[in-house]
Structures are given as C-alpha cells and as structure tokens.
C-alpha cells in the first residue's frame, strides 16, 4: 500500500528553469506534506512543508502546491539552479511526526 | 549545535547476525524516529520514541527492537539479520512536525 507516490523517477532541467516535482497520496488523514531533498552520502534535508488546511507556501526560490481535491501536490523550483542537484522526497506526516515518503525524483539541473 | 549524529557509517554483518545501531539527536530534541531507506526507494518509518517509550510503529516484525535513553539518545536492534535488512537506515530527530535526519548508517548483510 504506497500512500504516496512520485511516478517520475528522474527531471532534468536547464539552469534557470523551472522544475517542477509532483507527488501524489492516498492518504486523506495526512496533517501536512513536507519536501526533503538528499545529496548521496547524506541524510535527507528539509526543504519546505504545507499543511493540509493551506494550498501553498512559498520560500524563496521553493513554493510548494496542495490540491486536497486531487490529492496531489507539487514543488515549485524557480529559478533552478546547479546546486539544486539531488533526489527530492515528498512525505505526508500526520500527529507525533509518523512520516510517510515517496520513492523519491532524481533532479539534475544542467549548467 | 553538531546536529543528528549517527554510528556507525556502515556495517557489514553476516545473514543471522544481530546488529545494533546508534543515534545522538539534535540537542533539544526529545523524540527520535527511525527509518530503513532501501536502494531506489524512499525512507520507511520503522518506529518513533518519545520519553523512553516506543509511541509509534510501522510494518516491520518484531525483530527491529529500539530503545531510547534518559539523554534522548536511541539505539536501533535489529536480530537474525536478513538479506533484505541490507539498506541504509536513518535517524531522526524533532520536537514539532519537522524531523532532522542524521547522515545514516550503511548496512551491508551478507
């Protein structure tokens, strides 16, 4: 039973695009929704999260979407940069911080 | 502030070993989470504590045991190790929602 699914594994993109991330989820009982992303040889690092009552936030360069209806949601990288290079996970938390991942999307940003 | 710390950084142990790892949580932090993240795959929640007690569980037989100490730092147990236990596993740490997770631990069975 995956709650939540990435279903595109990889994304390249042009520095100075934008990327774009999509997760989907199953899971209606879900709190809030955050993005990790993960260099190799590291932990995951917080990105940006949402709760499930808003429909977006925004940090920086970093905004992510949540469309309830379609139990879908999406990260917004604008512009994307080099560094951003990394796998990206969506999760779904719900109360005391139980988490629940994605299979993760490789982004590769081209200089 | 050193962050989650994690040991050790791999581990290769034999099918049938026993195994324990360790986790230092970020200072502040009281509850410790963790995770088995397999090749190709997203973490998965293997258990959560709070106050020296197992407060959450995910699908994982009772052969994952932890514990958690009065310093908050948890231990991660795993017995008669599998082929499949062969993954990276991660340590969290949080107060509120938003969990830091430590660099992990590499764990090879051979």
């Known amino acids: 039973d995956q709650q939540v699914k990435q279903n595109s594994p990889s994304l390249s993109v042009q520095e100075g695009r934008i990327s774009i991330l999509n997760c989907d989820y199953t899971n209606s009982m879900f709190d809030y929704f955050l993005w990790y992303k993960k260099y190799p040889a590291e932990g995951p690092t917080f990105l940006i999260s949402i709760s499930s009552i808003k429909d977006k936030n925004e940090d920086g360069r970093f905004t992510v979407f949540l469309n309830k209806s379609a139990k879908h949601l999406s990260l917004h990288i604008v512009p994307s940069q080099p560094g951003d290079s990394a796998v990206y996970f969506c999760g779904g938390g719900t109360s005391y911080g139980k988490l629940t991942f994605g299979q993760g999307t490789i982004l590769t940003v081209h200089p | 502030d050193a962050g989650v710390t994690q040991s050790p950084t791999h581990l290769i142990k034999t099918r049938g070993q026993q195994v324990t790892l360790r986790c230092s949580p970020k200072s502040g932090h009281d509850t410790v989470s963790w995770y088995q993240q397999a090749l190709g795959q997203g973490p998965q929640f293997i258990f959560q504590?709070?106050?020296?007690?197992?407060?959450q569980r995910g699908n994982f037989p009772d052969r994952f045991s932890g514990h958690q100490f009065p310093n908050y730092s948890s231990e991660l147990n795993v017995n008669a190790l599998l082929l499949g236990d062969s993954a990276l596993y991660l340590c969290a740490s949080s107060t509120a929602y938003e969990q830091y997770f430590g660099p992990g631990t590499r764990l090879t069975v051979t």
């Open positions: 504590y709070y106050e020296e007690e197992e407060r």
